[in-house]
């Protein structure tokens, strides 16, 4: 097997190491518009591994790479690159893999599925993992009356030593773009819109008691109502949400600066950052993981429904630390794997189906978790 990986930061890092444990993987090129910072990294000193600067905003230097015959592109670029980077490879006919929200790529799959090709986004942790076990709590009860799915990455409790209980575990701006969002909720057959500036409000809270972690916070992240629309379930459910997990205090400290606009992208004035970017410079240099920290993730799916006749509940966590051993947070690896399984699935052929699929439907669930095992990484 063959991969391209687009992107070595510290995710399409984990990646390339990921695919690298696997003796059916011939060959990985590593590609990023700079490679400076790979130089002297033992884990490009496989010989199976090679690397190549590529700027992804040229169209040809990126069709002239995927023309070399590689089974899949694992895009592990930002937001922006997911769709560019897939027209890409449904004309080339390479599958590609990433870790992003689909909704970008959606309306390819007409054009993927006659190319032969398939794009499996939301291929990481929040989205990933977290569909991935949403999709077998479809599977496991007739019907559904309750879903809530809640995710985090977060520095080790002993860790959380500031105001904010948080450390950087993925990218600052995403983070802050997630509290820029405005979320939406079912709560007792109830819709519920809830404006970005509230998200850490009292009366937006609650919390939940997380397996040798305690108490954990969870303020709602972004609409969960197309969740339950992709999965069908509307007619039975009435309570849905998405979380983010915190430490307890995060609201609390968070809550000024949402109300107040300091998550606005809106420039004050012309040729000033906007209050968002003004946060992000001042925060992101003091919440930096130390180099013997640890951080958590965190996955929770909780659903409630009939199964046989009869009324059940089960939840399920993922949870997962720092290995000191590689150097890989518990961020990295579980969306770092996540992406090289899924690719390598597609490139067996345990993943078949084409066109843009979803880990709701199409993921082997017991081949998964048997290859998340293998990794150290267990649902609970």
């Given at each position: 097997?063959?991969?391209?990986?687009?992107g070595?930061?510290?995710?399409?890092?984990?990646?390339?190491?990921?695919?690298?444990?696997?003796?059916d993987?011939?060959?990985?090129?590593?590609?990023?518009?700079?490679?400076?910072?790979?130089?002297?990294?033992?884990?490009?000193?496989?010989?199976?591994?090679?690397?190549?600067?590529?700027?992804?905003?040229d169209?040809?230097?990126?069709?002239?790479?995927?023309?070399?015959?590689?089974?899949?592109?694992?895009?592990?670029?930002p937001?922006?690159?997911?769709?560019?980077?897939?027209?890409v490879?449904?004309?080339?006919?390479?599958?590609?893999?990433?870790?992003?929200?689909?909704?970008?790529?959606?309306?390819?799959?007409?054009?993927?599925?006659?190319?032969?090709?398939?794009?499996?986004?939301?291929?990481?942790?929040?989205?990933?993992?977290?569909?991935?076990?949403?999709?077998?709590?479809l599977?496991?009860?007739?019907?559904?009356?309750?879903?809530?799915?809640?995710?985090?990455?977060?520095?080790?409790?002993?860790?959380?030593?500031?105001?904010?209980?948080?450390?950087?575990?993925?990218t600052?701006e995403?983070?802050?773009?997630?509290?820029?969002?405005?979320?939406?909720?079912?709560?007792?057959?109830?819709?519920?819109?809830?404006?970005?500036?509230?998200?850490?409000?009292?009366?937006?809270?609650h919390?939940?008691?997380?397996?040798?972690?305690?108490?954990?916070e969870?303020?709602?992240?972004?609409?969960?109502?197309?969740?339950?629309?992709?999965?069908?379930?509307?007619?039975?459910?009435?309570?849905?949400?998405?979380?983010?997990?915190?430490?307890?205090?995060?609201?609390?400290?968070?809550?000024?600066?949402?109300?107040?606009?300091?998550?606005?992208?809106?420039?004050?004035?012309?040729?000033?950052?906007?209050?968002?970017?003004?946060?992000?410079?001042?925060?992101?240099?003091?919440?930096?993981?130390?180099?013997?920290?640890?951080?958590?993730?965190v996955?929770?799916?909780?659903?409630?429904?009939?199964?046989g006749?009869?009324e059940?509940?089960?939840?399920?966590?993922?949870?997962?630390?720092?290995?000191?051993?590689?150097?890989f947070?518990?961020?990295?690896?579980?969306v770092?794997?996540?992406?090289?399984?899924?690719?390598?699935?597609?490139?067996?052929?345990e993943?078949?189906?084409?066109?843009?699929?979803?880990?709701?439907?199409?993921?082997?669930?017991?081949?998964?978790?048997?290859?998340?095992?293998?990794?150290?990484?267990?649902?609970e």
């Amino acid at each position: 097997m063959k991969f391209l990986v687009l992107g070595c930061g510290m995710q399409g890092r984990a990646v390339i190491y990921d695919l690298l444990q696997s003796s059916d993987v011939k060959s990985v090129l590593a590609t990023d518009v700079d490679l400076s910072g790979v130089e002297g990294d033992p884990l490009f000193q496989d010989d199976r591994c090679s690397q190549q600067v590529c700027d992804a905003t040229d169209e040809a230097a990126l069709r002239a790479i995927m023309k070399e015959g590689f089974d899949v592109v694992v895009d592990m670029l930002p937001v922006p690159f997911a769709r560019p980077v897939a027209e890409v490879a449904i004309a080339e006919g390479v599958h590609m893999v990433n870790a992003n929200y689909g909704k970008d790529l959606y309306n390819l799959h007409d054009k993927a599925k006659s190319a032969g090709v398939t794009l499996f986004p939301e291929s990481g942790l929040d989205p990933g993992i977290d569909l991935i076990l949403c999709g077998e709590m479809l599977r496991y009860f007739d019907e559904i009356y309750e879903l809530n799915s809640y995710g985090g990455g977060l520095p080790e409790l002993s860790a959380a030593d500031n105001l904010l209980k948080y450390k950087i575990t993925w990218t600052y701006e995403g983070v802050l773009k997630s509290y820029s969002d405005d979320a939406r909720i079912l709560k007792e057959g109830e819709i519920i819109d809830i404006p970005c500036e509230t998200l850490f409000d009292e009366e937006n809270i609650h919390y939940v008691d997380v397996p040798s972690l305690g108490a954990m916070e969870a303020t709602p992240n972004r609409d969960a109502l197309r969740f339950v629309e992709q999965m069908g379930i509307g007619d039975s459910c009435h309570t849905a949400g998405r979380y983010t997990l915190r430490w307890p205090g995060h609201a609390t400290a968070m809550r000024p600066f949402s109300n107040l606009g300091f998550l606005s992208t809106e420039p004050l004035k012309k040729g000033l950052p906007s209050p968002r970017d003004f946060l992000r410079e001042v925060l992101e240099p003091k919440l930096q993981l130390g180099a013997q920290e640890r951080d958590v993730i965190v996955i929770r799916v909780e659903a409630a429904g009939m199964r046989g006749g009869e009324e059940e509940r089960v939840i399920q966590h993922v949870i997962d630390y720092r290995d000191r051993e590689t150097g890989f947070t518990a961020m990295n690896r579980t969306v770092g794997y996540t992406a090289s399984i899924m690719a390598q699935m597609v490139a067996r052929g345990e993943i078949s189906s084409r066109g843009v699929l979803s880990p709701l439907y199409d993921v082997p669930y017991g081949k998964f978790m048997e290859e998340l095992s293998h990794r150290g990484i267990t649902v609970e």
